[in-house]
C-alpha cells in the first residue's frame, strides 16, 4: 500500500477479529449471485450460518467442531452444490490482517485474522458433491472450438488493416516480384586447391584488399573451403581504414610482385 493511501487509512476496526475463510470457487460463485439478485433492499444477505459444537461432558479437553450450512437460495437449489460443509479451523499461520475499499476510493482495516479455515464438503453432502464432480467433468470434456464454412470465400473479413505490412488487395493485378536466391554452397563445386591459389593472387593483383563474400562471388567457391584458404594466404583486418577485408600476407606479396614482374 503507498504512503498516499497510508494517510488516509482507516483503523478503527483493526482491534476486530475476523475469520479468513478459503472457500471452492462453486460457493463463492453461489453466494455472489445470491448478493447481485437480493437488490438494494437487501445489499447483505444471509447466505450461510456456522454451526459451532462441542462435548461439554467430554473428560478431555473439548474440541470444537465447525459447520456450516448453505442458506436455501435460487443459486444453491438449481444446481448439486452441498449444502453441507466442515469447517477444518487452523491457528498457525502467518499474522495476516483484512483490508476494504469502498466506492470512493477510502480504504479501511477491517480487522485481524485470528482463525482461518479450510473447507471441505460434509460427509452428509458426498452424495451431491460426487454429483457435482461428475457434471464438471462432462463439462470440460465439451469442445467448444468448432470448424466454420466463411460465406464470404474471399478472405475480406481476414483482410488485415490498412497501414499493416505486407497488405496486397485480394484483387491486385500486380504480383510481388520473386526475390532473387542466392545459390547455395551445395550447388557450389571445390576448385582443385592449387588452381583456387592462382586465381585468388590474381584477383589480389587487382585490389590489395577483398571482403569475403565479393571472393566467394569472384571464385563461385564454397565459402568454408575459401576461408580455409584465405586462412593460409591471406591476414583479416580487424581494425582501421580497411576492417572487414583479406589481405595477402607479406611473403604472398612478394611472391605477387615478382610474378607481375616477370610477367610484364
Excluded at 57 to 84: D, G, I, V, Y
Excluded at 115 to 132: G, V
Excluded at 222 to 248: A, W
Amino acid at each position: 500500500m503507498g504512503d498516499e493511501a497510508a494517510k488516509h487509512l482507516e483503523t478503527a476496526r483493526a482491534d476486530r477479529s475476523v475469520w479468513l475463510m478459503k472457500c471452492p470457487p462453486v460457493v463463492s460463485q453461489a453466494w455472489q449471485g445470491a448478493s447481485s439478485s437480493s437488490g438494494e433492499a437487501n445489499p447483505n444477505p444471509v447466505v450461510a450460518k456456522v454451526v459451532l459444537s462441542l462435548n461439554p461432558l467430554s473428560a478431555a479437553e473439548p474440541t470444537l467442531q465447525f459447520k456450516m450450512e448453505m442458506a436455501q437460495t435460487r443459486e444453491t437449489s438449481t444446481c448439486n452444490l452441498p449444502k453441507s460443509y466442515s469447517l477444518n479451523m487452523f491457528k498457525d499461520f502467518v499474522p495476516m490482517c483484512v483490508f476494504s475499499e469502498n466506492g470512493q476510493g477510502k480504504h479501511s482495516c477491517e480487522g485481524k485474522v485470528e482463525h482461518k479455515f479450510d473447507m471441505e464438503p460434509h460427509k452428509d453432502n458426498l452424495l451431491n458433491y460426487a454429483k457435482l464432480c461428475r457434471e464438471r467433468t462432462q463439462k470440460s470434456m465439451v469442445k467448444t472450438r468448432k470448424v466454420q464454412v466463411l460465406d464470404n470465400d474471399h478472405g475480406m473479413s481476414m483482410r488485415p488493416m490498412p497501414g499493416m505490412v505486407g497488405l496486397i488487395t485480394t484483387g491486385s493485378k500486380e504480383k510481388r516480384k520473386p526475390t532473387p536466391t542466392k545459390p547455395s554452397d551445395v550447388k557450389r563445386t571445390r576448385r582443385d586447391r592449387r588452381e583456387l591459389e592462382n586465381i585468388i593472387f590474381k584477383l589480389f593483383e587487382k585490389q590489395p584488399n577483398w571482403a569475403l563474400k565479393a571472393l566467394v562471388q569472384e571464385t563461385d567457391q564454397p565459402e568454408q573451403f575459401l576461408k580455409e584458404i584465405l586462412n593460409d594466404l591471406c591476414m583479416y583486418n580487424k581494425r582501421g581504414p580497411n576492417q572487414g577485408t583479406h589481405e595477402l600476407k607479406p611473403e604472398y606479396k612478394k611472391l605477387s610482385e615478382e610474378a607481375a614482374a616477370d610477367a610484364s
